[in-house]
């Protein structure tokens, strides 16, 4: 599977962004996909993750009600919407897959297996 993360960028608090992320490869539309984030000095941490039908989905308490996740499995496509952002909330952003599950989402880091390159958001105050 390769992920192609877009969608970042330079954005003031209260702002909101769209990232997306693209799939190819084996039929990723199959697997549990999520979205982590680093912000600089920190480790990398789980945001929110959807399972293949978008039946379930789970997010990191920072960003739950802020935050909302989706998929387009016909376009291989994952998303990540991010309303009332805040400068906390700077950092890079990666999209990631879980080829072992379909419906039971995880938010373990490890359990994910592909990811993609990350997308810079800077929220700005």
């Known amino acids: 599977v390769q992920l192609q993360a877009s969608g970042g960028g330079l954005v003031q608090a209260g702002g909101s962004l769209r990232l997306s992320c693209a799939a190819s490869g084996r039929t990723s539309r199959k697997y549990v996909m999520g979205w982590f984030r680093q912000a600089p000095g920190k480790e990398r941490e789980f945001v929110a993750a959807i399972s293949r039908s978008g039946g379930t989905t789970r997010y990191a308490d920072s960003v739950k009600g802020r935050f909302t996740t989706s998929r387009d499995n016909a376009k291989n496509m994952q998303y990540l919407q991010m309303n009332s952002l805040k400068p906390e909330d700077t950092a890079i952003y990666y999209c990631?897959?879980?080829?072992?599950?379909?419906?039971?989402?995880?938010?373990?880091?490890?359990?994910?297996?592909?990811w993609g390159q990350g997308t810079l958001v800077t929220v700005s105050s």
């Open positions: 990631a897959c879980d080829s072992a599950r379909w419906e039971v989402v995880t938010v373990a880091e490890k359990e994910y297996d592909y």
